[in-house]
């Protein structure tokens, strides 16, 4: 078997966590296009000539929602501007901040993310991109000039990308004109599905990208832009993923219950086929039918713990949809953090305050929270970015981390509790160590390999950002 083994693109761990869980003495071999080719476990001995991962090998995590700009916001917004700060406040300090972001700025601020991401173990990323025209609300002479600038961030970054250029038309229910500070989103249909035919034929998908759209909410579409999109979008790919922000905030379920007669998910759920493809950001707000409905749907719950919690969000049921089989997936979405150990702990942690339990999120099939919830992600967060990442299988991305052996938190410990560790355990540095994707070592030792460079260039926007602000 060893003649056949290319020792550039194969590598060999003392475990590695396949689709059925840690497995001994596994061997990965990719192509040349950065898939894998073959996964073998249980090798009697390592292969000739391949190199030894340094620790423990895991799949890595898809990062199914992003605005990449408001990682420059992190931190900036977090003091009190009147007694009643909420979502909507921050959203006005986060439409003055996109005011301000030129095309070199995103470019610089989207590349350090990902880089960011890169280290924290994110090797795939849906960008839900809504900032889409000039300061002055004029479409750029290339009207997908800033989705270009971050597409080309991910592939200068090694990240796996999901473009999803988002449809923004209106400011509320019942099609309320866009406000000014709205200028840079707004488009049809037919503009916005020119922004994707754009993007596809300046770079068209390949293993590592793939384009999708996401009308932006129930309040920025109305049925029948959305019906137009949708039926765009399935002339150029009928199983393009399609990602919606869907039930964040309170005060849009009681606006969509005024004027719609319904709750978003239920309106959503009543009149699209919302299947497999679709991935619904902040179902936040679900109550009971909507909890075992979407659950239903084979759609992914999209959740954004970190920031739900930084927004003051609320909670979503995450215990009754995992009961209910629900999938879903994880995302740095504002990127207060970006770490998707956060955001699993979080979602467990949410469940346990509610409730006064522990494990909430245990089933009788996975007692270990961390292993289900992992797992659980891992498949719901690969199938929003419609791409085959999120397992080592053959046909997959090559996208994997290797643990640090080293780290306080693995050193000594059975297997068995590593992924408990991982996840639940803060103390010090990460233990990812390195990352690789579609093959390609893109950190080593928790560097980037452009780490220097990255943060000057994004330095440098961030003083130019807030020297204007
Ligand atoms: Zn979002």
């Not at 994880?330 to 702990?345: F, K, N, P, Q, T």
Request: charged share 20%; aromatic share 8%; proline share 5%.
């Amino acid at each position: 078997m060893n003649s056949t083994i290319d020792t550039s693109r194969a590598l060999f761990a003392r475990h590695a966590w396949l689709p059925e869980g840690w497995r001994e003495n596994v061997l990965l071999e990719w192509t040349t296009g950065g898939s894998l080719a073959r996964v073998t476990s249980g090798l009697a001995q390592p292969p000739a000539g391949v190199t030894h991962a340094a620790g423990p090998l895991m799949p890595g995590m898809p990062n199914l929602h992003s605005h990449a700009f408001q990682r420059a916001m992190a931190g900036l917004t977090e003091y009190r501007a009147n007694p009643t700060d909420s979502f909507w406040s921050w959203r006005d300090l986060m439409y003055r901040f996109a005011a301000l972001v030129t095309p070199d700025d995103l470019g610089a601020i989207a590349r350090w993310l990902y880089a960011e991401m890169l280290k924290a173990g994110y090797t795939s990323v849906c960008e839900f991109h809504y900032v889409h025209h000039a300061q002055d609300g004029q479409r750029y002479a290339s009207p997908a000039e800033l989705a270009q600038r971050v597409v080309a961030a991910a592939g200068e970054t090694g990240i796996g990308m999901t473009m999803l250029p988002v449809l923004y038309q209106y400011s509320g229910f019942g099609a309320r004109a866009p406000r000014d500070d709205q200028r840079r989103f707004i488009n049809t249909p037919e503009q916005l599905l020119g922004i994707v035919d754009a993007l596809r034929a300046w770079r068209p998908e390949h293993g590592a990208l793939r384009y999708g759209v996401a009308p932006h909410s129930l309040r920025a579409v109305s049925r029948d832009s959305l019906r137009a999109l949708l039926e765009g979008l399935n002339a150029i790919s009928p199983s393009a993923p399609v990602h919606i922000h869907i039930a964040e905030q309170t005060a849009e379920v009681d606006a969509c219950l005024e004027t719609e007669g319904a709750r978003p998910v239920q309106w959503l759920l009543d009149r699209f086929d919302v299947n497999a493809r679709w991935c619904l950001v902040h179902a936040t707000h679900i109550d009971t039918n909507e909890t075992a409905a979407l659950a239903r749907s084979g759609a992914i719950a999209g959740l954004c713990l970190t920031t739900e919690a930084n927004l003051g969000d609320g909670i979503f049921p995450a215990h009754d949809y995992l009961d209910a089989g629900g999938a879903f997936g994880v995302g740095s979405d504002s990127h207060i953090g970006v770490d998707w150990r956060a955001e699993l702990r979080l979602l467990e942690y949410g469940q346990r305050l509610v409730r006064r339990e522990r494990n909430v999120l245990a089933s009788t099939h996975e007692t270990h929270v961390a292993d289900r919830l992992f797992g659980a992600a891992l498949r719901g967060g690969a199938r929003a970015t419609g791409r085959a990442t999120g397992a080592l299988e053959t046909g997959a991305r090559a996208d994997f981390v290797v643990l640090d052996p080293q780290h306080p938190n693995l050193a000594e410990q059975p297997a068995r509790t590593w992924l408990s560790s991982v996840v639940f355990c803060e103390h010090g540095e990460t233990p990812v160590l390195d990352v690789y994707t579609g093959g390609e070592r893109v950190v080593q030792a928790r560097r980037h390999r452009d780490e220097a460079r990255l943060y000057a260039d994004y330095r440098a926007a961030l003083s130019r950002l807030l020297a204007n602000a």
